[in-house]
Nanobody, 115 residues
Framework: QAQFVESGGGLVQPGGSLRLACLASESTFSIFPTGWYRQAPGKQRELVAR????????NYAEFVEGRFTISRDNAKNMSYLQMNSLKIEDTAVYYC????????WGQGTQVTVSS
C-alpha cells in the first residue's frame, strides 16, 4: 500500500518560511506527477502545486503563485514544498500525493501561520 509521510510543518509568523518534505513509499513514485495539497478547517482539500515526473513542468494555484516552490528528488522518493512569504490564510494541513491524487492520503503536516 502506497504511503506518504509529510513533515516540516509548524508555527510561523506571517511573512515567514517553511520547507515541507514528503517521503513516498510507493515504488512507482518517479514515473508519476506529484502534487501538494492542503486542507484548511471547514474547507475542502485543494491543490497547491504540482510537478511532472521529470520535474520539467510545475504549476501553482493562483493563491501561492510566486511564493511557493515545488520540487522533487526521484532518487530519494522525496518531494518538497518551499513556502515563502506565508500568510495567515495559508494555515492548513498540507499533504502530498500523486497528481491527480489517486492514492491513500498520509497524515499530512500542520502549517499554522499566526502572529
Amino acid at each position: 500500500q502506497a504511503q506518504f509521510v509529510e513533515s516540516g510543518g509548524g508555527l510561523v509568523q506571517p511573512g515567514g518560511s517553511l520547507r515541507l518534505a514528503c517521503l513516498a513509499s510507493e515504488s512507482t513514485f518517479s514515473i508519476f506527477p506529484t502534487g501538494w495539497y492542503r486542507q484548511a478547517p471547514g474547507k475542502q482539500r485543494e491543490l497547491v502545486a504540482r510537478i511532472t515526473a521529470g520535474s520539467t513542468l510545475t504549476n501553482y494555484a493562483e493563491f501561492v503563485e510566486g511564493r511557493f516552490t515545488i520540487s522533487r528528488d526521484n532518487a530519494k522518493n522525496m518531494s518538497y514544498l518551499q513556502m515563502n512569504s506565508l500568510k495567515i490564510e495559508d494555515t492548513a494541513v498540507y499533504y502530498c500525493n500523486r497528481f491527480p491524487p489517486v492514492l491513500d492520503w498520509g497524515q499530512g503536516t500542520q502549517v499554522t501561520v499566526s502572529s
